[in-house]
């Protein structure tokens, strides 16, 4: 027992010198000796719809991306880890709270990220927020069918859902709104008591804040309809309204997806799709950092790896 | 004299060591018989065959017959709850169960079933009396039996054993845990007992086994040397090592 | 004569019945265990069979690759298979004399009613839910060992890192290790203590020498359920290991990826081959904790040799 | 070295080797209580998840008179004008809502009817500690002008826009705040009740045949290997065992989707190996005498064992459950795919349904990780863990008492 001991002992004695001494190995054979130069590279795991907006947007091919990165599990731990990590670097949606988390948004091309810059299209880094519904015909009721398309009217055509969803951190643009008085006339259905009704929603997690405020204030503007929101990525959106799972278990009425649907998405059968507001991905860094701005190659080359020190920014 | 149990050829096998080796013998009914010997001469082993305790080893094989009511207790044909129920036993060290007094001597019968309130206060009071214990805790039945002293436990024991009515009581070493007053209770409890039921003991002390055996039955090294009434054991061995045995020679 | 015949009729019955019951509850139980593999097997060997309909992927490379990346569709485990027997085994190291002393000092050598409140913390520890650590971990932990790098001039991953990992599971298996020494330290008859003290030793020689030399089967076993448990915690783990996409890695301030961090990285969104391989990790995992308890026992059965607890 | 001296230094590291562990203790205790405590509140422990909006219109028979309303000092931005006073707060979700803190009798929010279809125009005035979504009021001309949760921005703001622009209040949507944990709570404990119930007497009987009956063979040597190596299966790893294997069981049960129930027949499954474990220590530490003594007696061996032996060994299998009992409440892996993440206020057996420590792992791996909400939910688990042991080990003592 005591050689064990000491063993153990001597073991861990060893491990705290291995870890006093050993300096940070240099991944990319780069320079260390400025040891905050070098960037962390975060990015989110790959099913993320954030991370695909964010390659899409700074030409990364897939699979082009370092292998120095680390991956974070959500928007809001990658905002966390990069305010506690001096030479981080990484992507959030815009509505993230940076100053909460210690860091600072960068400019994309010269253009700062905001709601006028993501409508007019400047800011570059942008992804749309879809829907898409169950095929005409294909709802429990036409009364559900009815309240299905006076909410996606709600949320694209009234000033008061596009105010819900912009509160909740999305970009819509007014330009075309309606009053909601004006908008629900058109749907008689919602004058009837429908609590009996139930909405159910799939795809996208990031949708889900905007959607659940978005459901809850049209809750009692129909008829105190009921709604149950099963949000479990992208990918499942499309599938619990059209694709192969739309009567099974987990079938829905509307789907989300934080990106453009794929091509085998085939949407044209829905009764309604497209997209009700906009998201701008936004290239943050740690609260102190100097830099303002990054074009779309720097990033690029900071992601793929081909820079790996602050210095070489200048 | 009526045999209790007819031993013919008993060997005795824990997995390859043989524990056993041909014992025979008969135990009478209504006398007390004690097996006397070194440790690890087979006598508890042998005690426990007589009501198969030792079914509960495991890789231990018995080969041989012990007749009992004209039936070997160890053929298919025996059931071992009622073998048991017939032959109680009373063990080394006191094992009273963590219950009231009531409750361990009431045990045995309840598992027969018996639930008649009447009948088992009759079967608690008269056990205890039996075992000269029902004065020292008359007003205290509902208390644990945990907190009696070491020789009210093994009373209690042999009281909870009595209250099964069986025919033959095994005690193995039963007083070897005790101060000699206990001791000496337990004695005299034995010497009151034969009048209705068949004892076997084994003893490590052969004053004891003297004082209360009728017969005595030596063990060296799993085999019988010599079995014979008491006084003549112990006056007049047949075997020289039964002789270096009782004066103290070895062991 | 008490017996009642009928009685013991179905009391024979009963027993029976009992016997019969119980060892099928047993098969029961143990028959969860090849669901589980036949369940985690047909799921995971699946990518690596001809035909598989998102790509055959290969065994050998899956098995010793250094490279993992959903994006590349490059998946290997090798470097993770070492990334969480590091972690672990550190986690351990750390962990075992510490949990073994404190057991030494709440069975033999606190004062009873500090042994009391010792063994309180010690089971308030062990109650602690692993999010909870893993909440912990991202707040506090992290936090020491950027601070701890920046006393070297090493920037981390704001934290995260091989040794918050490792000091994680430390904290995490303590309880159970502890608790299983402080039953086995229990458990020594106090007759070998007092034949110690009898001899002449003091009352802490003993403890050493002779409580912890006789305790030490006892309290193998519980080094090896608390291996088990490193090896296998998963959400706490992936709130701090930072996900590396290639490894292995033996930098302590370094991100790392652990088996159980693999299989949770984007579960939710995930879809096709990346949903599956995460079972091949799992069948992986299974059989690094079944080979790495395997050989424990080993180890056990010749320490333990003259061992009573 | 004097020996006295060597003694005193390895009693010394004892004595800071379990320093560390309740310094490690009371790091985490400070650090969920400095981050949580503030956010622990009745509403929080029994409130509804789910907030219920409103959506109401100012009564046609209510007659605005502004001297009537009265003056108002406490806390927040007061609007003689209309008599409602606001602020500003952040939930423990971490929203920012602006909420209600007093309304003046005769102020119109006081009287008005629903606009909800089906609710027939009852009668609602606005209550305190709601937060206002949304107001529509008319301007100077007449018109109604719509003033959005973003337009309000602040309470201060919304004060003053209607002090200034407004001259009568149309309608208004507000909401009760909602983010209670009281049926996460309820699934907790649904989730140990029904896990416990599948795994003691399995577990207890398979311990009992393991160690009161089964012989040395291969068969019963395999079924031990068997439940040993349950023991070493990562948690997550049941989770989907238990979505794809139990979930048809739960359907012959009437369950149409993930459920607690299949999330508590999962965790029975989890739990068998601990169960198992403690129960067997338990079983060995009773004397092989007390066997023995009830043999001897002619009981049979399961009367001796429901009799004597379990009795005896009721405090280690208390252990079991408590040790079971802290694994449920802990765990989160295995339910992510069992019971889904949905929050439920009214959990039945059957519905979808999140335990708290399932709820603080969905916050922490959610868009925007809450590490207050989540340390607020860690202590109140912590809690309930605490008297749940109390509890237990009364019963236990009790129990002990009743036999020794």
Not at chain 1, 263 to 272: H, K, L, R
Not at chain 2, 162 to 174: R, W
Not at chain 3, 69 to 84: A, C, E, K, M, S
Request: net charge negative.
């Amino acid at each position: 027992m005591k050689k064990l001991f000491s063993l153990l002992v001597v073991a861990l004695l060893a491990v705290s010198l291995v870890a006093c001494s050993s300096p940070t190995t240099d991944d990319q054979g780069g320079d260390t000796t400025q040891g905050t130069s070098e960037i962390h590279v975060y990015t989110r795991d790959s099913s993320s719809g954030t991370r695909e907006a964010f390659e899409d947007a700074i030409g990364l091919g897939k699979g082009e991306l370092t292998d120095a990165a680390s991956e974070t599990s959500s928007n809001g731990d990658m905002a966390t880890k990069v305010g506690e990590d001096t030479a981080g670097i990484g992507y959030v949606s815009l509505s993230t709270d940076f100053e909460a988390n210690n860091v600072k948004p960068l400019q994309f091309e010269g253009v700062e990220a905001s709601t006028d810059t993501v409508l007019d299209g400047s800011y570059a880094m942008q992804r749309p927020f879809n829907y898409v519904t169950r095929a005409a015909g294909d709802y429990e009721s036409d009364d559900k069918e009815q309240l299905v398309a006076a909410f996606i009217a709600y949320i694209t055509e009234s000033e008061e859902g596009m105010a819900v969803v912009e509160s909740e951190g999305g970009i819509v643009d007014y330009t075309n709104a309606r009053p909601w008085a004006e908008v629900a006339a058109e749907y008689p259905v919602l004058e009837q008591d429908n609590s009996g009704i139930t909405i159910r929603t799939a795809g996208s997690t990031s949708v889900e804040g905007a959607i659940s405020a978005a459901l809850a204030a049209f809750q009692p503007l129909a008829g105190n309809v009921q709604y149950a929101m099963n949000q479990s990525g992208s990918g499942d959106g499309w599938k619990r309204v059209l694709g192969e799972e739309k009567d099974g278990a987990n079938a829905a009425d509307i789907g989300f997806a934080s990106r453009p649907f794929e091509a085998e998405e085939d949407v044209s059968g829905a009764m309604a799709s497209g997209s009700f507001c906009q998201d701008a991905v936004v290239v943050i860094v740690e609260a102190s950092n100097a830099l303002e701005n990054l074009t779309a190659a720097q990033v690029k080359d900071i992601y793929s790896g081909a820079i790996t020190d602050f210095g070489s920014l200048e | 004299m009526e045999t209790c149990f007819d031993v013919k050829n008993i060997d005795l096998f824990y997995g390859d060591k043989q524990a056993l080796k041909d014992v025979n013998m008969e135990i009478y009914k209504n006398r007390v018989t004690a097996f006397i010997g070194p440790s690890g001469c087979g006598k508890s082993t042998f005690i426990r065959c007589l009501n198969r305790m030792n079914d509960l080893i495991e890789g231990c094989k018995v080969s041989g017959e012990i007749i009992k009511d004209g039936l070997d207790i160890y053929s298919p044909k025996q059931d071992i709850v009622d073998l048991r129920t017939r032959v109680g036993m009373v063990f080394q060290k006191p094992n009273p169960f963590p219950m009231s007094i009531y409750d361990n001597i009431a045990y045995g019968p309840r598992c027969q079933g018996l639930k008649d309130k009447k009948k088992l206060d009759e079967i608690v009071t008269t056990s205890l009396k039996q075992v000269a214990l029902y004065d020292e805790v008359a007003d205290r039945l509902g208390d644990s039996a945990i907190g009696l002293s070491g020789g009210q436990q093994q009373r209690l024991c042999i009281a909870r054993c009595i209250a099964m009515s069986p025919e033959v009581i095994l005690m193995d070493e039963p007083t070897s845990a005790l101060d000699p007053i206990s001791t000496s209770k337990i004695e005299d409890l034995c010497l009151e007992l034969k009048k209705d039921y068949t004892i076997v003991i084994v003893t490590h002390n052969m004053q004891q086994a003297a004082r209360i055996s009728d017969y005595t039955a030596f063990f060296l090294l799993g085999e019988v040397v010599e079995m014979d009434e008491t006084d003549t054991i112990f006056s007049h061995p047949k075997d020289k090592r039964t002789e270096n045995y009782i004066t103290g020679r070895f062991g | 004569m008490l017996i009642d015949k009928k009685r013991v009729k179905r009391n024979k019955a009963l027993d029976k019945f009992f016997r019969g019951f119980f060892m099928a509850m047993a098969i029961l139980s143990s028959s969860f265990i090849v669901i589980i593999v036949l369940f985690v097997c047909a799921k995971g060997i699946s990518p690596f069979l001809p035909g598989y309909e998102y790509g055959q992927v290969d065994l050998i490379s899956f098995l010793t690759g250094s490279i993992y990346r959903q994006d590349q569709g490059i998946y290997g485990v090798g470097f993770i298979i070492i990334n969480t027997l590091i972690s672990a085994f550190l986690a351990l190291v750390i962990s075992f004399p510490l949990s073994v002393l404190t057991a030494l000092f709440i069975a033999k050598i606190a004062p009873k009613k500090l042994s009391a409140a010792m063994q309180s913390v010690v089971e308030l520890l062990a109650a602690v839910p692993s999010v909870v650590y893993g909440v912990f971990a991202s707040g506090v932990i992290t936090g020491v060992v950027e601070w701890i790098a920046s006393l070297f001039g090493i920037t981390t991953f704001g934290g995260s890192s091989l040794l918050a990992v490792v000091l994680l599971l430390a904290i995490m298996i303590f309880p159970t290790l502890t608790s299983m020494s402080i039953t086995a330290i229990r458990a020594v008859d106090p007759n070998l203590e007092q034949a110690s003290l009898a001899l002449g030793a003091t009352k802490t020689q003993t403890n050493f020498k002779i409580c912890l030399t006789a305790a030490k089967s006892g309290i193998f076993a519980g080094a090896i359920l608390g291996l088990g448990r490193a090896y296998g915690e998963a959400t706490a783990v992936a709130m701090v290991a930072g996900n590396k996409l290639f490894g292995p890695t033996f930098n302590p301030f370094d991100i790392t990826r652990t088996l159980t961090s693999t299989m949770l990285a984007g579960l939710k969104e995930t879809t096709g081959l990346d949903y599956d391989i995460r079972f091949s990790v799992g069948l992986v995992l299974i059989v690094v904790i079944f080979f790495s308890n395997w050989i424990l026992n080993m180890v056990k059965k010749r320490i333990g040799r003259n061992s009573v607890a | 070295m004097n020996r006295l001296v060597k003694d005193n230094i390895l009693k010394g590291i004892t004595y800071i080797a379990s320093a560390l562990s309740v310094i490690v203790l009371a790091a985490i205790l400070w650090y969920l209580v400095s981050n949580g405590l503030s956010l622990i509140s009745s509403d929080l422990i029994v409130g509804d998840y789910y907030a219920t909006t409103e959506n109401a219109a100012i009564s046609n028979d209510y007659i605005y008179d502004e001297s009537a309303i009265g003056e108002y000092t406490g806390e927040g931005y007061y609007s003689a004008k209309w008599g409602i006073a606001l602020e500003d707060i952040t939930t423990a979700h971490n929203d920012e809502e602006i909420s209600v803190v007093y309304v003046d009798p005769n102020s119109p929010f006081m009287h008005m009817n629903s606009l909800v279809s089906g609710e027939d125009g009852m009668a609602l005035s606005l209550t305190e500690g709601s937060s206002i979504q949304n107001i529509y009021y008319l301007d100077e001309a007449g018109e109604t002008v719509f003033l959005s949760r973003v337009k309000m921005a602040d309470a201060q703001n919304t004060i003053a826009v209607l002090d200034a622009n407004a001259t009568g209040i149309v309608s208004i949507n507000y909401e009760s705040i909602g983010g209670g944990i009281r049926g996460s709570i309820f699934a907790t404990l649904y989730l140990i009740g029904i896990s416990l119930l599948i795994s003691l007497p399995i577990g207890i009987s398979s311990a009992i045949y393991l160690h009161e009956y089964a012989s040395k063979n291969k068969i019963n040597s395999l079924i031990r290997q068997g439940i040993d190596t349950l023991t070493g299966v990562p948690s997550i790893v049941y989770g989907l065992m238990g979505v794809t294997v139990l979930f048809p069981v739960t359907q012959l049960a009437g369950a149409t989707s993930t459920s607690i129930l299949l999330g508590g027949l999962t965790l029975a499954i989890m739990l068998l190996p601990t169960i198992i474990r403690s129960t067997e220590e338990a079983l060995i530490v009773v004397p092989q005498s007390l066997r023995d003594g009830s043999l001897s007696l002619g009981a049979t061996k399961s009367q001796t064992i429901f009799k004597v032996v379990l009795p005896c060994a009721v405090n280690g299998i208390l252990t079991g459950v408590l040790l079971g009992i802290g694994r449920v409440i802990g765990e989160s892996a295995a339910l992510v795919y069992t019971t889904s993440t949905v929050i439920n206020d009214n959990p039945t057996i059957l519905s979808q349904g999140t335990s708290l420590s399932l709820m603080i792992w969905s916050i922490m791996s959610g868009e925007q990780p809450n590490y207050e909400l989540a340390s607020a939910i860690s202590l109140i688990i912590l809690v309930i863990v605490f008297a749940i042991n109390f509890i237990v080990k009364i019963i236990g003592k009790r129990l002990a008492k009743s036999f020794v």
